[in-house]
């Protein structure tokens, strides 16, 4: 079976930096990779989502120009770079995949890891 172990999270100022790293074990090929993230109470958010077979990212309007998602397919592992962080990124951040184009598109992926904590303070 397929595991996600998401890392690399942890507490930071505002205007700092996080890598939330990915790492797949079992690993399966799948048509897309993405970050999501949660706090409690809110729906979750999708953040970027990386189309694996040929790189091309994207990103929800309000962390454009501050994340990039990115995959390295040799350690099997996706990240997240994050920079200019601020308060309202404080959530849980989860990794997940999904083979469908659909599910893809619409962010509602069927394969998730655990989460990583990520705490902004101003």
């Known amino acids: 079976g397929q595991v996600f172990m998401e890392s690399g999270g942890g507490s930071v100022q505002a205007g700092g930096s996080l890598t939330l790293s990915c790492v797949v074990s079992?690993?399966?090929?799948?048509?897309?990779w993405g970050w999501s993230r949660q706090t409690p109470g809110k729906e979750r958010e999708p953040v970027a989502i990386?189309?694996?077979?040929?790189?091309?990212?994207e990103y929800t309007d309000s962390v454009k120009g501050r994340v990039t998602i990115s995959q390295d397919n040799f350690k099997h592992t996706i990240y997240l770079q994050m920079n200019s962080l601020k308060p309202e990124d404080t959530a849980v951040y989860y990794c997940?995949?999904?083979?469908?184009?659909?599910?893809?598109?619409?962010?509602?992926?069927?394969?998730w890891g655990q989460g990583t904590q990520v705490t902004v303070s101003s």
């Open positions: 997940a995949a999904d083979s469908s184009v659909n599910r893809c598109r619409a962010r509602t992926y069927r394969h």
């Open positions: 990386i189309w694996a077979l040929n790189g091309t990212a």
């Open positions: 079992g690993y399966e090929s799948r048509l897309c």
